[in-house]
């Protein structure tokens, strides 16, 4: 019998694989670009491209709905101009965008939360926020990739009526000036809702309730603002409606550009005067700045 020393050994035995790993040696292009390959990324996110064709439905569907109604109004004004004796659009451009709200309303409120609420739900946030994208970075981008495809869904039917004023020979000047107050107004406008969308989805993690929130602040203030504006002017108390104007994106907008390039406006009590005019600019200016501080303060929470 044998002792335990003479035994056997056991031991395994392995083999070193050289996989040739290099550590990277090329280029790091750092946090400007990578917020530029984010806001790209966001902005076709935004209309589907690159993704499946169910992600493209909803926003293609509603950037048509809206050239539909400016491409009807070209045609009318091109082929029936001298039959209906008409000298400008149909419809102004600074009250386009609030004959249209319910599409944009509904384009943001759809949007979004699948920009902000599926970072949150899906915790990929802590993945952006690693390294080198700051929090404030990724705030921005995320706004300004909301803002600049609100304003491509705001500005193309604009866009479509100065072409057909164009081909209908309306004065050259004047209707470029009117465009461009109405393009002013289409950035603003959108840069009102993509930050108040924005923090309302920022709340959620669930991405229903983030659209149903979005469309109920976005419609229902502008219906309680139409109210009282309706009620006051025809009471003679216009300060009311004036001052009502200011808790709708929609009418703060357009009181702004009845202000600065004297629209025309779309509500029936539009700002009087020029403190009250600026006091619609500084409440525009409020609301992206705000909803900027709110969305820090939201994202403080989030560690990478």
């Known amino acids: 019998m044998s002792s335990p020393s003479e035994a056997p050994s056991e031991v395994p035995s392995g083999v070193i694989h050289d996989l040739g790993y290099r550590r990277y040696r090329g280029p790091r292009l750092g946090e400007r670009a990578v917020a530029w390959a984010f806001f790209l990324t966001g902005l076709r996110n935004t209309y589907g491209l690159g993704r499946s064709a169910r992600s493209k439905a909803l926003p293609m569907v509603l950037l048509g709905l809206m050239l539909l109604p400016a491409l009807i109004l070209v045609g009318v004004l091109v082929q029936a101009q001298d039959l209906?004796?008409?000298?400008?659009?149909?419809?102004?451009?600074?009250?386009?965008?609030?004959?249209?709200?319910?599409?944009?309303?509904v384009f943001v409120a759809a949007q979004a939360p699948a920009l902000i609420s599926r970072d949150l739900r899906f915790r990929s946030i802590t993945?952006?926020?690693?390294?080198?994208?700051?929090?404030?970075?990724?705030?921005?981008v995320r706004l300004a990739s909301l803002t600049v495809a609100t304003f491509v869904l705001i500005a193309a039917p604009l866009l479509l009526?100065?072409?057909?004023?164009?081909?209908?020979?309306?004065?050259?000047?004047?209707?470029?000036?009117?465009?461009?107050?109405?393009?002013v107004g289409a950035?603003?406008?959108?840069?009102?809702?993509?930050?108040?969308?924005?923090?309302?989805a920022a709340l959620t993690v669930r991405r229903g309730l983030a659209v149903a929130a979005v469309i109920v602040v976005l419609l229902?203030?502008?219906?309680?603002?139409?109210?009282?504006?309706?009620?006051?002017?025809?009471?003679?108390?216009?300060?009311?409606?004036?001052?009502?104007?200011?808790f709708s994106p929609y009418?703060?907008?357009?009181?702004?550009?009845?202000?600065?390039?004297?629209?025309?406006?779309?509500?029936?009590?539009?700002?009087?005067?020029?403190?009250?005019?600026?006091?619609?600019?500084?409440?525009?200016?409020?609301?992206?700045?705000?909803?900027?501080?709110?969305?820090?303060?939201?994202y403080r929470k989030v560690g990478p």
């Open 220 to 246: 229902v203030t502008y219906t309680v603002v139409s109210t009282i504006q309706g009620i006051s002017s025809e009471t003679g108390d216009e300060t009311v409606g004036e001052v009502a104007g200011l």
């Open 161 to 183: 009526m100065y072409v057909g004023g164009l081909l209908a020979d309306l004065p050259f000047g004047r209707e470029t000036e009117r465009f461009l107050g109405g393009v």
């Open 84 to 105: 209906l004796g008409l000298d400008s659009q149909i419809v102004a451009y600074s009250t386009y965008p609030i004959t249209t709200q319910l599409l944009i309303s």
């Open 187 to 200: 950035l603003l406008l959108a840069a009102c809702l993509a930050s108040m969308s924005a923090v309302v």
């Open 251 to 298: 009418t703060l907008v357009n009181g702004v550009q009845a202000f600065l390039f004297d629209s025309p406006a779309a509500t029936p009590t539009p700002p009087e005067g020029t403190a009250m005019g600026l006091l619609y600019v500084a409440t525009t200016l409020l609301v992206v700045l705000g909803a900027i501080g709110l969305l820090m303060l939201r």
């Open 127 to 140: 993945l952006y926020l690693s390294r080198p994208m700051r929090r404030v970075t990724y705030v921005l």
